[in-house]
Nanobody, 124 residues
Framework: QVQLVESGGGLVQAGGSLRLSCAASGRTFSRNPMGWFRQAPGKEREFVAAITWSGGMIYYADSVKGRFTISRDNAKNTVYLQMNRLKPEDTAVYYC?????????????????WGQGIQVTVSS
């Protein structure tokens, strides 16, 4: 059974940092793109960042560019999201996801596996 488990969320003051981790089990995703999405109350799930299997191509939403960094460790079957200079508008449930296909996408409907989500709250 495939599982993606996020960790590292919590409450932080504006301007602070958090590092999210997503550990995969049940199969290896070392050849698959992975991404992070988020969903704030009353809003649709939105793209945050995505990374190809090699890390050679990385994409960010404009709202997080320059503040967030996605990375992965294929040996650990884990993807990370380093979040710096956090803002109250970054408050959301963050989800990691993985694709079966090998072409990276920013569209959540193209992701096949999802974590349960983890809360990130940024206070002003």
């Amino acid at each position: 059974q495939v599982q993606l488990v996020e960790s590292g969320g919590g409450l932080v003051q504006a301007g602070g940092s958090l590092r999210l981790s997503c550990a995969a089990s049940g199969r290896t995703f070392s050849r698959n793109p992975m991404g992070w999405f988020r969903q704030a109350p009353g809003k649709e799930r939105e793209f945050v960042a995505a990374i190809t299997w090699s890390g050679g191509m990385i994409y960010y939403a404009d709202s997080v560019k320059g503040r967030f960094t996605i990375s992965r460790d294929n040996a650990k079957n884990t993807v990370y999201l380093q979040m710096n200079r956090l803002k109250p508008e970054d408050t959301a449930v963050y989800y990691c996801a993985a694709q079966r296909v090998y072409s990276v996408s920013m569209n959540p409907s193209t992701y096949d596996y999802w974590g349960q989500g983890i809360q990130v709250t940024v206070s002003s």
